[in-house]
């Protein structure tokens, strides 16, 4: 079976500091790790995935995740935060050949002014 | 292109009714999924379709159900309903050619159950 864990429901960050939101995986065999944002009222929207190759993937609105094997981790990172980065965000997992996703519970993300 | 819709986006049933909630994916994608969203078991899949057929399914009862049309536009259903199925019903599509491609996700259908 496959999981994902998000251990902090809760991340705030001053407006212009670099911002990371944690995230480990379970999945046997390789992962294909994902990160979504939601924001109010809306569905999700994907930021980013790991699939293969280098373990640093860059995605949308300047955020980038580095995938790490031996911590079964895949944080998301933004160098510098926006208040409109505030938002909840969903670490998922797939295995291949199944298009399942299993996401974690969320982290919301608030930047402050 | 223009992205997964859904509809209805809101609907207010009464436990026992049944629903069908639509979702029509992006242009050319194949596979559709649905997830049920609550704030206590948060984000949880439902099943998925490819060409007609379901070809995954999660741990749901047998009152969810779900179908897909040859134009690849799907139909979930949810037979006498109960409280707990109030919730944020959203539909994803994607290419369908493997789980390495990411899912393109709708606004969602917000069921409230009285």
């Not at chain 1, 939601?38 to 280098?54: A, E, S, W």
């Not at chain 2, 290419?95 to 917000?110: A, D, L, V």
Request: glycine fraction near 10%.
């Amino acid at each position: 079976a496959q999981s994902v864990a998000q251990p902090e429901d809760q991340v705030n960050v001053a407006e212009g500091n670099p911002l990371t939101v944690k995230c480990t995986y379970s999945v046997s065999g390789n992962p294909y790790l994902f990160w979504y944002v939601q924001y109010p009222n809306r569905g999700l929207q994907f930021l980013l995935k790991y699939i293969t190759g280098d373990n640093l993937v860059k995605g949308s609105y300047g955020f980038e995740a580095e995938f790490n094997k031996s911590q079964t981790s895949f944080h998301l990172k933004k160098p510098s935060a926006l208040v409109s980065d505030s938002a909840l965000y969903f670490c998922a997992v797939a295995n291949f050949g199944n298009e399942k996703l299993t996401f974690g519970t969320g982290t919301r993300l608030t930047i402050i002014p | 292109k223009a992205g997964v819709t859904q509809t209805p986006r809101y609907l207010i049933k009464t436990r026992g009714q049944q629903v069908t909630l639509s979702c029509s994916p992006i242009s050319g994608h194949r596979s559709v999924s649905w997830y049920q969203q609550t704030p206590g078991q948060g984000l949880q899949f439902l099943f998925e379709y490819f060409s007609e057929t379901q070809r995954n399914k999660g741990n749901f009862p047998g009152r969810f159900s779900g179908r897909q049309f040859s134009n690849s536009r799907s139909e979930m259903n949810v037979s006498t309903l109960e409280l707990g199925d109030s919730a944020l019903y959203l539909c994803a599509s994607s290419n369908g050619q493997g789980s390495s491609y990411e899912q393109y996700f709708g606004p969602g259908t917000r069921l409230t159950v009285t």
